[in-house]
C-alpha cells in the first residue's frame, strides 16, 4: 500500500494505518532531526514524536501533492526552528556574518561530527538534498526560504565539510 | 578521514535509527489522545444533558411532552394528514391485492 492511501486511511481515522506510516519513516525522520539537533538522540526523538502528532491531527490538510515524508520533514523542521528560537540553542538565520572555524587544518574529523559544525540551514539542505534525496525545489517549499538560497547552502556546506574533512584542494 | 572520492557517497549517506520501541510508543500516545478526546466529548454531551435537566426538572419535561401530544391529537390539519395516510395505505393494498 502507498503512503498516499495510508494516509487517507489515517485521515480517515485509522490508527493502525498511521502506526504503518510512523514504522516506515521513523528512521528517516529521526535520522533528519539527530542532524539538525546536531546528534543530541533524545531532543531529535521528542521532536519527532511531536511532529508525528502533529502530523496525525492535520492529516486532514494533507493533499498528497507531494511525498507524505517530505510533508512529515516539512512539519519537523518547523518544530525544531520554533524549538531552537524558543532555547536559543543556535543561530536561525543564514551563517554568512559568522566566522567558520575551521580548526586545526591537520586534524580530521568524521562527517557527522564535521556536519555539527555546520550552520542549521546548511545542515537541513545538505541532509534534504543529498542524503534524503530531494530535489532542490522540494528542499525549498519544505523549508520556507527560497530556491537560490537552498542551492547556497549546499553549495557553501559542501565547502564547509570539504574543509573540515581535509579534502580540500 | 574520508578520501575525496568518498565524499559525496559520505554525503549521501544518513545513518539508520533502529526503531526500538519508538514507532509503538507515538502510536500508544495516539491512542491514548483519541480515547482522550473521546472521553472529553462524552462527557461534555452528559454535562450538557444535566444542565438541561438541571433547568427543566423531569416533571415539567413529562408535562410538556403530555401537552404536545394533546395538541397534536386535537389538531385538525393533524387529523386530516393522518386520514390521508390511512387512506392512502388501504388504497395501496386494494391495488395490490388485485
Redesign the interface.
Known sequence: MTDGELAALAASGDEAAYGLLVRRHQSRLRGFLRRLTRGDAALADDLAQESLFEAWRKLAQFTGKGSFVGWLLAIAWSRYLMTARKRKLEPLEDADGVPFETGDPDAKLDLEKAMARLSLPERGALTLCLALEFSHEEAAEMMALPLGTVKSHIARGRGKLRRLLGLAS | ????NE??R??????????NG??A???A???L??EFQRNMLLLAVAAAAGMVLFFMPLDELNAAVGRIAADLSNSPPVAIALGMLVLCGLYLRTAEAE
Do not use: C, E, Y
Open positions: 578521514m574520508t578520501p575525496p565524499f559525496d559520505a554525503l549521501a549517506n544518513l545513518p539508520a535509527v533502529a526503531d519508538f514507532s510508543a507515538v502510536s500516545r495516539i491512542a489522545r483519541q
